[in-house]
């Protein structure tokens, strides 16, 4: 028997809870949207925030003085430092400063002359000729000469994926997208085992007894640039393979019937639909390639120093300011340049498209066809591209279970040998694997709500959605070694709070947030064009029938986009495995080094080693491409 009133008090906790639960429902989406802008404030733009504060102050008191000195020293900005030392002697200083950007716009200088690249002067010598470009100057001449070998690769292969029909092609346009989830320290292991005094194409030539050639050392910059081709021309590829694909025939026929040559009518109908994919793609790899880190830090070391790998070596002689300071103006630039990105492709994606595809020739339908000169140039290119593509990894394989004197599986058992009888300070290399899988997997568990969430705010939001989009996509203009001095110098080393509290995020918790800021936007952009593609109409009848926005989200579009979030999160898995540029600040003397942070540490001392430990993360690296290109692919059926 029930006591008075016991049955009113808990039919009156039953509602309050039901009411509870109804209001969590339908602020849901809200609350989730507010913790996400919590996370991203706190893991995203206080770091940045840390970056800047140390730039401008000095013992608690506003100053430029650091700006003053980096911008006035020849070291950093070469014959502009004259201009910035001396702001009204600029028109003084115009003609130097036009002559300098031309040079680093047409990839053309004395001192690095593109035919057999000399190998530079190391940049601790204030006096060497580099210097006369400046580390932003030699950054971005880098990065044109990069663009430059990018598009002259990518090209070609947009050429023959989009024209010719082949066996393969479908495959090969697919693997288009693997440079995006290799780790660029492995890149850099595998371009080391291909062209090192040990490497695969020194045994090649070994067999018609010539060798062995120190070719990294002969020409580290050329190494590099085509290591960043490795990289960026596959994405110039693809965006123009894209552009290609939509070009209107009848526009070209049309052209024909009217005298144009083939020739004409492809320069005056199909270039000016291609230019801007090839645009877009060349300024993309230009900002990917002036921000460059592992691969110069990898095969350049500082006789390569680019902006990033001068930052890197900053923090590691405990010089934040300086850090902090260079940190700043790439991030400016950085900026500036996406800026420009984003509004050329905004300019771009209300361009009309062909409504008739041109049609795919077979390759080679015939024996007569395939020795014609324009095949033969392609089998040309074919081998180019094995060279350059298929080589670096083929290299990492081989080279992990070879030496100077055939098969060997001693690097392997190095790493085992030093699995267990290394000490504790020692790198280990299950640890290292052990901590690369857990980060992923916890960096899919922060990133991929994340990138949902902003995917729902950006495309249900309106005009607002853009602002929030531009917010949200900070870490694609932030390096990650930037990114990792603001979490080293403000969440590591802890922030003060009122009250005597003291905030600090240590540890894997820091890697994790930095490997999750650094993953969720690929999320966002996996998931955001499939959300902003359902039709309005299913979400408004499943708010007719009473459905809260977060009910309809979940049980209606969610299940529409899963591809999208199980290839982003893919994506993410893998970028958190390949995340080198912040890992490597956090992890400085700790036990939460990862298997890209390993390959390096390795890499200093054996060859042998790194290349066996690349070759693991090489695997690890292609499951995760598996989902991408399976399961995905499983669910768009």
């Keep these: 028997m029930s006591r008075p009133g016991g049955s009113s008090r808990f039919g009156r906790r039953w509602h309050r809870s039901a009411a509870a639960r109804r209001w969590l429902e339908r602020h849901a989406l809200a609350l989730t949207a507010l913790a996400t802008a919590a996370i991203l404030a706190v893991m995203l733009y206080l770091p940045v925030g840390v970056v800047f504060v140390n730039a401008v102050f000095d013992d608690g008191a506003a100053t430029l003085a650091f700006f003053r000195a980096v911008l006035t020293d020849p070291f950093y900005f070469g014959v502009l430092a004259d201009i910035f030392a001396e702001p009204l002697a600029v028109r003084g200083h115009l003609e130097s400063l036009v002559g300098w950007l031309a040079a680093i716009s047409l990839s053309v200088s004395l001192e690095y002359p593109l035919p057999g690249l000399d190998l530079p002067v190391p940049w601790p010598q204030v006096d060497a000729p580099a210097v006369r470009k400046g580390l932003f100057g030699f950054t971005a001449y880098q990065a044109a000469l990069s663009t430059v070998a990018s598009v002259a690769l990518g090209l070609p292969a947009a050429y023959v994926l989009a024209n010719y029909e082949f066996r393969g092609r479908r495959t090969?346009?697919?693997?288009?997208?693997?440079?995006?989830?290799?780790?660029?320290?492995?890149?850099?292991v595998g371009f080391y085992a291909m062209f090192g005094r040990a490497g695969t194409l020194n045994q090649l030539l070994a067999i018609g007894g010539l060798g062995p050639f120190p070719f990294i050392e002969w020409n580290p910059l050329?190494?590099?640039?085509?290591?960043?081709?490795?990289?960026?021309?596959?994405?110039?590829?693809?965006?123009?393979?894209?552009?290609?694909?939509?070009v209107d025939v009848r526009a070209v026929e049309t052209a024909r019937s009217l005298g144009a040559s083939p020739r004409r009518a492809f320069h005056d109908v199909v270039v000016p639909q291609l230019l801007p994919a090839v645009l877009t793609g060349a300024l993309l790899t230009f900002i990917f390639t002036f921000m460059t880190f592992p691969i110069v830090l990898a095969l350049g070391g500082l006789q390569l120093a680019t902006v990033e790998v001068w930052?890197?070596?900053?923090?590691?002689?405990?010089?934040?300011?300086?850090?902090a300071t260079l940190a700043i103006l790439e991030t400016i630039l950085s900026l500036a340049l996406t800026y420009a990105y984003l509004r050329y492709e905004s300019a771009q994606s209300g361009l009309a498209r062909g409504a008739t595809?041109?049609?795919?020739?077979?390759?080679?339908?015939?024996?007569?066809?395939?020795?014609?000169?324009?095949?033969?140039?392609?089998?040309?290119?074919?081998?180019?591209?094995?060279?350059?593509?298929?080589?670096?990894?083929?290299?990492?394989?081989?080279?992990?279970?070879?030496?100077?004197?055939?098969?060997?599986?001693?690097?392997?058992?190095?790493?085992?040998?030093?699995?267990?009888?290394?000490?504790?300070?020692?790198?280990?290399p299950w640890i290292a694997i052990r901590n690369s899988v857990l980060f992923g997997v916890a960096t899919l568990v922060v990133a991929v709500p994340m990138g949902v969430i902003v995917s729902v705010v950006t495309v249900r939001a309106g005009r607002g959605g853009a602002v929030v989009d531009?917010?949200?996509?900070?870490?694609?203009?932030?390096?990650?070694?930037?990114?990792?001095?603001?979490?080293?110098?403000?969440?590591?080393?802890?922030?003060?709070?009122?009250?005597g509290?003291?905030?600090?995020?240590?540890?894997?918790?820091?890697?994790?947030a930095a490997h999750a800021v650094a993953a969720y936007p690929f999320v966002t952009r996996n998931v955001s064009p499939l959300l902003a593609n359902l039709d309005p109409a299913m979400v408004e009848s499943a708010r007719a029938l009473g459905a809260s926005r977060?009910?309809?989200?979940?049980?209606?579009?969610?299940?529409?986009?899963?591809?999208?979030?199980?290839?982003?999160?893919?994506?993410?898995?893998?970028?958190?495995?390949?995340?080198?540029?912040?890992?490597?600040?956090?992890?400085?003397?700790?036990?939460?080094?990862?298997?890209?942070?390993?390959?390096?540490?390795?890499?200093?001392?054996?060859?042998?080693p790194a290349i066996a430990m690349g070759t693991v993360l090489l695997f690890v690296t292609a499951a995760s491409f598996v989902v991408v290109d399976r399961v995905g692919g499983r669910f768009e059926q």
């Design 470 to 499: 531009t917010l949200a996509m900070l870490p694609l203009a932030v390096s990650g070694v930037v990114f990792g001095i603001g979490l080293l110098q403000g969440l590591v080393f802890g922030i003060s709070l009122p009250g």
């Design 357 to 428: 595809a041109p049609s795919r020739t077979p390759l080679f339908p015939d024996l007569r066809t395939a020795l014609s000169p324009r095949r033969l140039a392609i089998v040309g290119y074919g081998l180019v591209t094995v060279v350059v593509f298929v080589g670096p990894m083929a290299s990492l394989v081989v080279g992990s279970v070879t030496d100077g004197s055939g098969f060997t599986l001693r690097h392997y058992a190095f790493l085992l040998e030093r699995q267990l009888e290394g000490a504790d300070y020692q790198t280990l």
């Design 501 to 512: 509290w003291r905030f600090q995020v240590t540890g894997a918790v820091a890697i994790v």
């Design 222 to 246: 050329a190494i590099v640039i085509v290591a960043h081709a490795f990289y960026n021309a596959p994405l110039v590829a693809r965006v123009t393979v894209a552009a290609w694909e939509s």
């Design 550 to 608: 977060y009910r309809a989200l979940r049980d209606v579009e969610l299940p529409l986009v899963a591809s999208g979030i199980v290839a982003g999160a893919a994506f993410a898995f893998a970028i958190s495995i390949g995340e080198f540029s912040s890992t490597v600040i956090l992890a400085s003397g700790s036990q939460t080094y990862t298997m890209p942070v390993a390959v390096e540490r390795y890499l200093g001392r054996r060859s042998g």
């Design 172 to 188: 090969l346009r697919s693997l288009t997208i693997l440079p995006f989830v290799l780790p660029g320290i492995m890149v850099a």
């Design 311 to 323: 930052i890197y070596d900053r923090v590691r002689q405990l010089a934040y300011a300086e850090a």
